[in-house]
């Protein structure tokens, strides 16, 4: 089986569509559409439906997926243990349009030279990103540890290295619009819309938070994308969701949509690198060291945390 087109199948998979499937992977748009066509003859089977705003998977293609991911992870470890410090460093940014990405971008542009490779398991939880780690598919990934703090496997480590802070995102219609600031306070009459957060992690700490100061935060609704959420938000006077300072989203000039900080104090999502002990990649050191100097020269005093966060297990740091 060819494992570029199954790579293919996967990122058409998670992206929902061609177009971003192929940036993902490195090729043209009908690139992609013809290593789909030939699994799919291989296999005898459709393996997506289209429909208005991209593909979607059909019956068979949502039996393969998890197979398929399988079948890559495989491949994965096979690399790896043939080429110990030759192969790429492999980091887990969970999503390229949030701060791991973007921090990881940065270490890239001072080490040009480097051999990186990016994933985004943006659907995966921290339970299977962390066995990913101690399998040895991957060398680092980034998760929040609200359920894993104290507990993750004995060959692991793990260093608070990013508290990504919160900022409110609304239209030129919410009442919040023109506001420099907002505190957590004023947002206890305002309702926080983030439609299907589903992985335990964030919505594990939005409970914390909005139990915490009183907020209102609705996850019901399926999820259409950013595009779609972005252009319902500078339609509407009453909607508004967190995104993190760390962020990259773009979006039509027109739509005027507005970050406004949130302060008195700063909520942070706070994220930890994981990483295994014994794992001796050239420039897995280097990025941990890059990881700690920027947390200490960002860190600040005025921010929130859950209480899961502020006392972390130091025999796990390994700081």
Not at 167 to 182: I, K, N, S, Y
């Amino acid at each position: 089986m060819d494992l570029d087109a199954v790579r293919t199948f996967v990122a058409v998979a998670e992206t929902g569509q061609f177009q971003a499937a192929a940036d993902e992977v490195g090729i043209t748009q009908q690139g992609a559409s013809r290593r789909v066509a030939s699994l799919e003859r291989e296999l005898g089977v459709q393996l997506f439906a289209r429909i208005a705003r991209g593909v979607r998977l059909t019956v068979d293609g949502q039996a393969l997926l998890p197979h398929a991911r399988e079948l890559l992870r495989a491949a994965e470890r096979v690399t790896a243990a043939v080429t110990p410090g030759r192969r790429a460093l492999r980091v887990d940014v969970i999503s390229r349009r949030i701060a791991p990405a973007n921090i990881l971008h940065a270490f890239y542009q001072q080490h040009p030279d480097i051999e990186l490779d990016v994933v985004a398991l943006l659907n995966a939880d921290a339970a299977s990103a962390l066995a990913e780690v101690s399998a040895g598919t991957l060398d680092a990934t980034f998760r929040s540890l609200r359920d894993f703090a104290r507990t993750i496997p004995g060959e692991l480590r793990s260093a608070r290295v990013i508290d990504d802070r919160h900022e409110l995102l609304v239209g030129p219609r919410h009442p919040l619009a023109r506001a420099r600031t907002v505190t957590l306070a004023e947002l206890t009459r305002h309702p926080i819309w983030m439609p299907g957060l589903s992985d335990p992690e964030p919505v594990g700490y939005y409970n914390d938070l909005a139990e915490t100061f009183g907020l209102t935060i609705d996850t019901i609704g399926p999820v259409f994308g950013v595009e779609v959420l972005l252009a319902e938000i500078a339609d509407s006077a009453q909607l508004a969701t967190f995104v993190a300072e760390g962020s990259r989203y773009l979006w039509p000039e027109s739509y005027d949509l507005r970050r406004i900080p949130v302060v008195d104090p700063t909520p942070v999502y706070p994220l930890s690198v994981i990483w295994r002990a014994d794992n001796t990649h050239p420039v897995l050191a280097d990025f941990l060291d890059y990881l700690r100097t920027r947390y200490r020269k960002t860190a600040r005093d005025d921010v929130w945390t859950p209480d899961w966060a502020r006392d972390p297990d130091r025999s796990r740091t390994g700081r």
